[in-house]
């Protein structure tokens, strides 16, 4: 049997969406329906109850997730996170890549076809909607080739409308992952002018989703998304993924009652897999970098072959190894080393948080100065100190120089420290010390930090002195 993947590939040198002058093919998929089609229903109700009421969720007060890159400040399962913990959330987002590269590795593009948002809306929301008001495939085909008149006008304009519904609602919630729901309601609650920048950015946020799901549609994910792009490089032949099983179906012929081909294969060339893909595709020429993981094609595929008294399957999830040698590999060596090099990072990432202190932080002696001598002989060295406190509850704090005899901390103003929670605090303090205790011109100073009368953090910086004239 000749090999599935040893004919003419000519078609992995275009885009099914675009034509040889570089026009726009508009995909009309057929309405999907079958099995898989009804877990996916189950999936996305579930994900996109999950991404609408999230910003709703709290935990011991504070949002599941806050994602205000605009005040630097980040909350993540009800764990806060500032500007000083770059390194976690950098630490937080390679593990999330090398996840997405293990998850890859093993099962493609599932992520695309099942939880992506983008997938979820377009397939499972504005394209409901559109077989909903304009029909399937080939009533959408002849609606758009009609002229306008009062039918046409009404159906897209309500089309439309429904659309831009939609993406307003994505919009805000969008916008209250980001800027938090308590301030997406005022600015909602409001004129414009009160709170112009967020008006702008809902504004601005409904226009890019209107327009990616009315429009740009299934060319965000092969044109633009960059998750899509790396398939060629993370996919391997032991991947699961949607697959033609070509030793079972060729070689294709049409089904003809009159006749039996005891040579033909299952595959009846009906292509009504290809009429089902969201992105105009044919699985039965192999992997491609369009192909999503929906499983619109299996549910198409699998309704045939009932019909015609054959087997389901002909399109399933599978691989090249399982489908060529009928052994299924899914932990293989690449496979097990991204495992190891995953549950590394997790474990170094879960000893970063959990060791991770409640406060940050940092004392700068304040540029620019020297040392000064007081009226009553002691050397004075001015800092300016920052705290940042990451719970959320407000705390009270004293520092006490721990190592230089007769060094104390002599605050500017109240000799209280009392940090907002989940807020930052700055200040300066001096560090005293008799000229008598002085031994060399730059100490190192040790600035232990105090909360209910027990130390939770320890600071060094410098003290400067006079320097020491030899006898």
Not at 22 to 33: A, D, E, F, M, S
Not at 318 to 328: F, L, R, V
């Amino acid at each position: 049997m000749e090999n599935h993947y040893e004919f003419e590939e000519e078609y992995r040198d275009t885009i099914a969406t675009v034509d040889e002058s570089g026009k726009r093919i508009w995909i009309y998929p057929k309405k999907p329906k079958g099995r898989f089609h009804n877990y996916r229903i189950i999936v996305t109700v579930a994900l996109l109850g999950i991404l609408f009421s999230g910003p709703f969720i709290t935990i011991g007060g504070r949002p599941l997730l806050l994602l205000n890159i605009f005040e630097r400040r980040f909350i993540i399962f009800g764990q806060a996170f500032w500007p000083q913990d770059f390194f976690l959330l950098a630490l937080l987002a390679v593990t999330f890549f090398i996840f997405i590269i293990l998850f890859t590795v093993a099962f493609g593009r599932v992520w695309c076809g099942w939880a992506c948002p983008q997938t979820l809306f377009m397939e499972m929301v504005f394209r409901k909607i559109e077989y909903w008001i304009e029909g399937d495939a080939n009533q959408q085909r002849k609606l758009n080739a009609s002229p306008w008149n009062r039918r046409k006008i009404w159906k897209k304009s309500f089309k439309h409308l429904i659309f831009l519904l939609i993406a307003i609602l994505i919009s805000h919630t969008v916008m209250a992952y980001l800027v938090g729901i308590d301030e997406v309601i005022n600015i909602v609650s409001q004129p414009p002018t009160a709170h112009m920048s967020g008006f702008i950015g809902l504004v601005a946020f409904t226009g890019i989703f209107y327009w990616v799901f009315a429009y740009f549609r299934e060319q965000a994910c092969t044109a633009v998304c960059p998750y899509g792009r790396l398939q060629s490089v993370l996919i391997v032949k032991d991947t699961m993924a949607v697959m033609y099983d070509w030793l079972r179906g060729e070689p294709r012929s049409k089904l003809k009652k009159s006749e039996q081909n005891s040579d033909a294969g299952d595959c009846i060339d009906c292509k009504l897999c290809v009429h089902a893909c969201p992105t105009g595709i044919d699985i039965r020429n192999g992997t491609q970098l369009e192909c999503v993981n929906c499983t619109a094609c299996m549910d198409a595929c699998d309704e045939v072959m009932t019909k015609i008294n054959k087997p389901e399957g002909l399109i399933r999830l599978s691989s090249h190894t399982a489908i060529e040698s009928g052994q299924k590999k899914l932990f293989t060596p690449r496979v097990a080393g991204y495992s190891i090099v995953l549950i590394a990072m997790m474990t170094f990432l879960s000893f970063m948080l959990v060791s991770r202190s409640d406060v940050e932080i940092t004392v700068l002696k304040v540029p620019g100065t020297l040392y000064q001598k007081t009226d009553d002989g002691q050397i004075s060295n001015l800092y300016n100190i920052q705290f940042i406190n990451k719970t959320f509850e407000e705390m009270e704090l004293e520092l006490k120089v721990l190592n230089l005899e007769g060094a104390y901390i002599d605050r500017v103003g109240t000799q209280k420290i009392i940090i907002p929670a989940n807020d930052k605090y700055e200040g300066v303090f001096f560090i005293k010390m008799p000229t008598s205790h002085i031994s060399q011109t730059k100490s190192s100073v040790d600035i232990g930090v105090f909360k209910n009368g027990e130390m939770i953090d320890e600071i060094d910086t410098k003290f400067l002195g006079p320097v020491k004239m030899k006898k």
